[in-house]
């Protein structure tokens, strides 16, 4: 692959140029660099990142097949599946019943409160919820797919000892990246945030369809990165930021 990049291409303005640099920034490294799936739209399939398929071990397995055991016992007998499709609506005693035998907090690791299993046991009761109801389905993945999930791969000790507990054990998760005006597209949404002297961040922005919002309790909220330029003031984007939201914050509504 040549080491030319987008913003080498003559005749560009200087605005698009930012533009493009931007772009690049966010797309990272190159694929050789990546996972499967970024390096799958640079048109490679790198199979030894997926073979051989992750296996739960012994220990894993027994607890994923426990919390199936119980799992079916409760989606067959109690689950509202019809009236929640009906009043289009997930009941908090549903939640909390799910809260309760550890669906919710799957992947979070046991030092926070969570039961620590593989992406194979979360696919596995994923799969189950599915045959069932698939909106329950979609509400567990929600929360910790991408609700939660950045706290637990990139946090700080002091966020996982903040957030994942309570994100494990009773308190819904959600992630705000789609906007009114541009859908999911992360290049082009308008929230921003900026840095304070005092290292806080002023957040700008309205985010739209967070599946959970209205019930969740912390937000993985996605926005541009603006600095001041050093010479100009003027503010200028520098990559994206993913920062933690809490519904009680200054200006959440």
Not at 4 to 33: A, T, Y
Request: include cysteine; proline fraction near 4%.
């Amino acid at each position: 692959m040549s080491d030319r990049g987008l913003s080498d291409v003559k005749g560009v303005s200087e605005e698009d140029q930012k533009m493009i640099q931007n772009i690049e920034s966010m797309m990272g490294p190159e694929p050789e660099d990546m996972g499967f799936m970024k390096n799958a739209f640079w048109g490679r399939l790198r199979e030894e990142l997926i073979f051989p398929y992750p296996r739960e071990g012994d220990e894993e397995r027994e607890k994923c097949d426990a919390l199936l055991e119980e799992l079916e016992e409760y989606l067959e007998h109690e689950h509202p599946r019809v009236e929640i499709d009906q009043e289009q609506y997930i009941p908090e005693w549903v939640i909390d019943r799910l809260f309760d035998m550890g669906v919710m907090g799957m992947i979070i690791p046991e030092e926070y409160g969570g039961l620590g299993l593989g992406v194979t046991s979360y696919n596995r009761v994923l799969e189950l919820i599915g045959r069932y109801c698939a909106s329950t389905a979609v509400l567990v993945s929600a929360h910790q797919s991408i609700g939660c999930k950045a706290i637990v791969l990139f946090g700080t000790e002091e966020q996982k000892e903040e957030y994942l507990h309570t994100a494990a054990q009773e308190e819904l998760s959600a992630f705000c990246l789609s906007e009114p005006n541009v859908g999911s597209d992360a290049a082009a949404q308008e929230s921003f945030s900026v840095r304070t002297e005092a290292g806080d961040y002023i957040l700008n922005g309205e985010k739209k369809w967070s599946t959970s919002g209205a019930m969740s309790q912390v937000f993985t909220v996605m926005c541009k990165n603006m600095v001041p330029d050093p010479e100009t003031g003027e503010l200028e984007q520098q990559g994206v930021n993913a920062l933690i939201v809490t519904p009680d914050m200054e200006g959440v509504e």
